[in-house]
């Protein structure tokens, strides 16, 4: 049981490049997240998912594009990388939304944009 | 002012002391979560609370709905929980709130 899956774990983008941050899960939760840590500050949510084909924006969604094709994969699009991208992101889910089950977290993705 | 403020933000221990780290929150929330990351970086959920008090292991948690206060407190601590302990807080619908964390280093 792998949990949550997030490749990769370190990449380095020059200004303008793009990339797709992969995340897997295999517990079949409906509930999808992609957070963003930036040092000194508590996580922000991008976007998040409650189920295949359905997805919403979170507090920090402007440069980036989610999709949600199938229950398992939740993958996070960086279009024109800018420096301001430059931070630590987390892919979770959970089976129902936040208030009443725990989250899994995948192990992070540091991106670096120079 | 932050709506998650957590404290201490460092905190420093010997082997065997017993922990206190405190969250409080200024908005009306359904639940908390106390979660832990590792050096390495990777998250792990410890506890979901609504109400009273949870205990895992070594780990308790406790929540007073009416001050909007939490702590998370660790007995006979040991270096393994040397990590970053994080306060987030339901809000509304699938929005977490997440406080800035604080970081544990216990010596041997």
């Known amino acids: 049981n792998a949990g949550v899956t997030q490749t990769p774990k370190f990449r380095i983008l020059k200004i303008g490049q793009s990339m797709t941050l992969q995340c897997t899960q295999d517990?079949?939760?409906?509930?999808m997240y992609w957070y963003r840590q930036d040092p000194g500050m508590g996580l922000k949510l991008i976007y998040y998912s409650v189920g295949a084909g359905i997805t919403d924006k979170g507090e920090v969604p402007n440069g980036y594009n989610v999709s949600r094709s199938t229950t398992e994969d939740f993958p996070l699009r960086l279009e024109l990388a800018a420096p301001s991208q430059t931070s630590v992101y987390f892919c979770a889910s959970s089976i129902a939304g936040t208030g009443n089950y725990g989250y899994t977290f995948g192990s992070g993705t540091r991106l670096t944009v120079v | 002012k932050n709506e998650v403020e957590q404290s201490p933000q460092n905190l420093t221990a010997q082997e065997g002391e017993f922990i206190t780290i405190n969250c409080s929150y200024s908005v009306g929330i359904s639940a908390l979560h106390w979660l832990q990351q590792h050096p390495g970086g990777g998250i792990v959920s410890l506890f979901m609370?609504?109400?009273g008090k949870k205990k895992h292991g070594r780990l308790i948690a406790t929540i007073n709905i009416q001050e909007k206060h939490s702590s998370l407190h660790i007995t006979a601590s040991h270096p393994r929980d040397s990590a970053v302990y994080i306060c987030?807080?339901?809000?509304?619908?699938?929005?977490?709130?997440f406080g800035t964390g604080t970081r544990l280093q216990v010596f041997p």
């Open positions: 609370l609504s109400s």
């Open positions: 987030a807080v339901r809000e509304g619908p699938d929005k977490l709130i």
């Open positions: 517990m079949n939760h409906n509930y």
